[in-house]
């Protein structure tokens, strides 16, 4: 049984053609409408490198079949950006160099971005650490992670941009 | 106390970029989502490639029923032993010591659970996905050996890639029966697998009989000549693409089935075709970390002195290959000693086979070897730190050279003083936490040797300015892109974002393999040396030109910075790049480069890079779940060209010991031979939690000898010495040495009932 949705990506209206309702969000995402900045890593929700905002919230995109999400709107790590301006998120881990092989990150970030719109503005760094174990790095660039995100934080709780 | 050699060293000018914390060059790409790795390209009419795996680890494919996949909407095509052709190469052949025996469809023979035994091919990942879960085989099978007790045991001819697997020095049996006491160590390790966050991917097109491949490698002047071979072509008819993998950790330096599979699968449809290994599927194809079974012995004079050390390591392979973890060789060059006795023997599982995963050897004896440090420092009644100092090497036990450069005292001071080691009780069971939770200190030292590999690369500058430089390396995660670049440019004589840079992939100079922790030292001394072939032929140019301020200057006094060539005594005297250039009328300059480690030097020193790694843990009393709760390391590793990333390796790897001592281990049903654990729910690494307090210090070291710019590797050093620190510390803590890794509550718990007993 086919299937037709709309998403909103990034502030870009995607309909989508499903032939039946096994395509994943993740999958989707990266085979069918060419945003492969959101990464696979599992599959199955247990390593967070597929995470996405979906209507604000961080998602593990392989365990959302896109044929529930019809008229969501879902922001990746291509549309944090504006412009040539990075988000402070994506700022911070470049400068505390919260990453190493770069592919947990486009999760780590939204899963940065998702928690630090849940925690509004006042997490600790323990609270970071616990917030943030959802997604895994097998470089082991945690410590760079949790100083990326606080840093985010303050620049975040400054009102800067970057 | 002065730390080895005591050698006035040589200087090697480098320039203004290295030395530098540059924040990473491909950092924009990482956190914007379009560094492009291996699976995310997708040519037009792509087909999705899934294989499906053994259910067996050891017997044969009887028959394999592929109708109801063939049936399946979107599945175009299965392949199987019966309808795929053979490879050029015998696959079971193994022409470099970098090549593994890979299982690609050539037979009926199962060799482990999870080897490919078909290849789905469909329009859509979902169909590809279905139509593997489709098929249905039958099985001859046989007993499935996994572990030491099952497996078939043999002597191994070699350990590692080519070391061999027995060594001794001194009068080992004669020191023995001088010994006054002796301590000594029995633990197991477990299969570890690597889990890359990416895993392993390819996308072949062809285009007659040149092949376009996109593959995280790490060894991309290897792999070209690889994959030709395998499929008949030329090397040039390979084009490799691999800019960024997402991790690498050892596994991807050599060809493996899945991904030559892809390749065969692309040749055959006549498509691109992509496959890409589900997480599970990391567990049998794509190599692992040896299980071990180790003894390490330390015998000890009336002073607490080392008179002998022997260590012994039965250690696992596959049934049809012999790559076998070197464990016993990690102390060989650790702690003084006149005397050494090491040996391996081998296992053989029905595994995958094994390769080199994250400090191959040295974590695994190491992580050994620290624990029978402290046995013996108690039977001493000894500080840990302080009986290390006592039994410090100062020459090369193993063969009595003196070490190239060895800070490692330093890193014990750094490391002992920023952690607040010394008010350490030397007995167990001592400390509490506010929360009445057992706490222990424990440590280890880091060592890893520094090789060197022969990497080649090429620079150019142009007449209006512009410079480019390039090798085929591979950043997977080290920061390569980074750090390369920055040597690049010193060679050149040129700010960093002045030149153009260029790795990862196969059109360029071989930049060797990245791995061993030998990549910046081989691939960034020979991008140095290209920027310097080419400023030794813009300085003949500017020297024989009567135009130029610097003519009849002698090639060797003159110097470039900043595009611009200079008198080194005169600063003052010189000009431009471009005004050299464009007064001679040249377009451009090449210049080639391979980076340089003398010969004698390699024969008169040892060369290694060091560490001191301290742990806190705190222990539950009642319930034993341990928490790793401060981490410091200091390490000496010659030259650091990117302080910034080095630290990040550093503690990298210290979160790896992390997952060595506490987390990690591959299970295997013992009857089926299959992986029980394989996902992450099941094999677990350290996530952010788990690691709330890092330290990884940089003592200076100036290495006149390991090669030409004194620069020696990070990225394996930090997990050697910390699984150590983490069980020493546990020990510390509850007074319980546990007999295998990882650490488990319940052999704490069996320990602790031991001990009220």
């Known amino acids: ?162 | 106390m002065a730390d080895t050699p005591m050698v006035a060293a040589h200087h090697v000018r480098l320039g203004s970029n290295s030395g530098q914390p540059m924040t990473r060059r491909d950092g924009i790409a990482k956190v914007t989502g379009t560094a492009t790795y291996a699976a995310d390209n997708h040519p037009q009419n792509l087909l999705h490639a899934v294989f499906a795996g053994a259910s067996i680890a050891r017997g044969r494919v009887t028959s394999l029923d592929i109708k109801a996949a063939l049936a399946h909407p979107g599945v175009v095509h299965v392949m199987t032993p019966d309808n795929t052709p053979a490879l050029s190469q015998d696959p079971d052949q193994k022409t470099t010591p970098f090549t593994a025996r890979i299982d690609v469809l050539q037979n009926d023979k199962v060799r482990y659970a999870g080897q490919p035994i078909a290849v789905i091919l469909a329009e859509t990942l979902e169909a590809a996905v279905e139509g593997a879960r489709l098929v249905k085989a039958t099985y001859d099978s046989d007993q499935a050996r996994i572990g030491f007790d099952d497996g078939e045991a043999f002597a191994p001819e070699a350990v590692g890639i080519s070391t061999p697997p027995k060594f001794s020095t001194g009068d080992f049996e004669g020191n023995r029966k001088k010994a006054t006491q002796s301590a000594s160590v029995e633990m197991e390790t477990p299969l570890q697998y690597h889990n890359a966050m990416e895993t392993h991917a390819v996308v072949a097109e062809w285009d007659g009989d040149h092949v376009t491949v996109d593959m995280p490698n790490q060894a991309i002047g290897l792999a070209k000549p690889g994959i030709a071979n395998y499929f008949g072509i030329p090397p040039e008819n390979v084009t490799l693409r691999s800019p960024y993998l997402g991790g690498g950790f050892g596994s991807k330096a050599v060809l493996f089935g899945p991904q030559m599979l892809g390749i065969l699968a692309a040749r055959e449809m006549k498509r691109p075709v992509k496959l890409v290994l589900k997480r599970g599927q990391m567990f049998g194809p794509v190599q692992h970390r040896s299980a071990t079974r180790q003894t390490v012995r330390y015998d000890m004079d009336a002073d607490n002195r080392f008179l002998a050390f022997e260590h012994t390591a039965n250690v696992s392979t596959s049934s049809f290959d012999n790559w076998l973890d070197g464990a016993a060789n990690a102390g060989l060059s650790l702690y003084a000693t006149p005397s050494i006795s090491v040996s391996h023997s081998g296992t053989r599982f029905d595994t995958g086979t094994p390769g080199a995963m994250r400090a191959p050897g040295i974590a695994t004896g190491s992580a050994v070897i620290e624990c029978a440090i402290d046995v013996a420092a108690e039977k001493a009644g000894m500080d840990p730190l302080e009986f290390r100092l006592l039994n410090y090497a100062e020459k090369d036990p193993s063969n009595g050279k003196p070490y190239s450069a060895k800070a490692l005292r330093g890193c014990y001071k750094a490391a002992a003083d920023s952690f607040g080691w010394k008010d350490r009780p030397l007995k167990p069971r001592q400390m509490r936490d506010e929360n009445g939770l057992l706490t222990g200190w424990g440590m280890g030292t880091s060592i890893f040797h520094a090789p060197f590999f022969p990497a080649k690369a090429r620079a150019v500058l142009r007449k209006d300015g512009s410079a480019r430089a390039e090798t085929s390396g591979a950043d997977m995660g080290q920061g390569a892109w980074t750090v390369l670049w920055q040597m690049a440019a010193d060679g050149l004589g040129m700010a960093a974002d002045d030149i153009e840079f260029d790795i990862g992939h196969s059109d360029l100079p071989d930049g060797s393999v990245a791995g061993g922790s030998a990549h910046t030292a081989s691939a960034g001394g020979a991008l140095f040396a290209a920027g310097n072939d080419v400023i030794r032929q813009l300085a003949e140019i500017a020297t024989q030109d009567k135009d130029s301020p610097l003519f009849g200057a002698g090639n060797e006094r003159v110097l470039g910075e900043n595009g611009r060539l200079f008198k080194a005594e005169d600063p003052n005297v010189g000009e431009s790049y471009t005004d050299i250039l464009q007064r001679a009328g040249i377009e451009e300059i090449e210049g080639k480069g391979r980076g340089n480690r003398d010969k004698a030097s390699t024969e008169t020193y040892a060369m290694f890079s060091h560490g001191a790694v301290f742990a806190e843990v705190k222990v539950d009393p009642d319930l034993f779940q341990v928490r790793v709760t401060r981490l410091v390391g200091a390490f000496a590793a010659g030259r650091i060209i990117n302080p910034r990333l080095a630290q990040s390796q550093l503690t990298g790897g210290m979160i790896w010991g992390v997952g060595f001592a506490l987390h990690e281990e591959g299970i295997h049903d013992k009857r089926s031979g299959r992986p029980l654990n394989n996902d992450f729910a099941g094999y677990h690494i350290p996530v952010l939690a788990d690691v709330p307090h890092l330290e990884a210090l940089l003592v200076d070291e100036e290495d006149p000898h390991v090669n030409d710019l004194g620069v020696k590797g990070v990225g394996e050093l930090g997990i050697t010495g910390t699984v150590g620190a983490i069980a020493n510390a546990v020990w510390h803590a509850t007074g319980v040495r546990t007999a295998r890794y990882p650490i488990k509550i319940e052999d704490l718990l069996k320990g602790a009932q031991a001990l009220k007993a």
């Open chain 1, 1 to 162: 049984m086919a299937f037709q949705i709309s998403l909103k990506i990034n502030g870009n209206g995607h309909d989508v053609e499903l032939e039946d309702a096994r395509p994943t969000l993740l999958d989707v995402l990266r085979e069918r409408i060419g945003l492969t900045g959101t990464k696979k890593g599992c599959d199955r929700g247990q390593c967070g490198a597929c995470t996405v905002l979906i209507d604000g919230r961080r998602v593990n995109s392989c365990l959302s079949l896109a044929v529930s999400l019809d008229g969501a709107e879902v922001t990746t790590v291509e549309g944090l950006s504006d412009g040539d301006t990075l988000h402070p998120v994506q700022a911070a881990f470049i400068e505390n160099d919260g990453f190493q092989c770069g592919y947990c990150t486009p999760g780590q970030i939204m899963s940065a971005v998702g928690f630090l719109g849940e925690t509004g503005g006042d997490a600790s760094a323990e609270a970071v650490r616990e917030g943030m174990s959802g997604n895994l790095c097998r470089c082991g660039a945690y410590a760079g992670i949790q100083d990326a995100v606080l840093d985010a934080q303050a620049r975040m709780s400054k009102g800067g941009k970057t």
